[in-house]
C-alpha cells in the first residue's frame, strides 16, 4: 500500500479501536438496583457510585464474603445501612480490639481456668 493511503488508515483503525474501549462499561459499575435487602451483619463496607463512567447512580454493599450488591441510593434502607457500616468503623478505630483482660472485666466473667483454681 502507498503510505498516503496507509497513513489515514492505520488512524482510523486506532481511532475507532479506542472509541470501543473506553465506551466500554466499567466491570465494577452498576447496571442496576437490587430490592432483595441483605442483613446489615453481611455487610462489611460500601461504596457510592455516581453516574457518569457507569450508567446509574447506587450504594454498593460489599459483603463479608467479598460480593458486591447494588441499591437505589435513594432508598432509606441503603441511608440506614450506610450510616450503620460508618458507625461500626468509627468504633472499631476509637477502641481497638480489647485484650482478654478487659474483656473479662467488662463481662464481669471469669474464665473457665480461674473457675477451676477457685474451687480446689
Excluded at 19 to 28: E, R
Excluded at 64 to 82: H, I, L, Q, T, Y
Aim: glycine share 4%.
Amino acid at each position: 500500500m502507498k503510505p498516503t493511503i496507509c497513513l489515514p488508515f492505520c488512524v482510523t483503525l486506532i481511532l475507532i479501536c479506542l472509541n470501543a474501549v473506553t465506551s466500554q462499561h466499567s466491570s465494577s459499575c452498576c447496571l442496576k438496583t437490587n430490592n432483595n435487602k441483605i442483613h446489615m451483619r453481611r455487610v462489611k463496607d460500601y461504596r457510592i457510585q455516581k453516574a457518569g463512567i457507569c450508567p446509574i447512580d447506587a450504594i454498593v454493599l460489599m459483603t463479608v464474603k467479598g460480593k458486591e450488591k447494588c441499591f437505589d441510593p435513594k432508598s432509606d434502607w441503603a441511608k440506614n445501612v450506610m450510616k450503620t457500616v460508618d458507625e461500626r468503623k468509627t468504633r472499631t478505630t476509637q477502641n481497638p480490639k480489647a485484650s482478654p483482660d478487659q474483656r473479662q472485666k467488662k463481662n464481669g466473667r471469669k474464665g473457665r481456668k480461674q473457675r477451676k483454681n477457685k474451687k480446689t
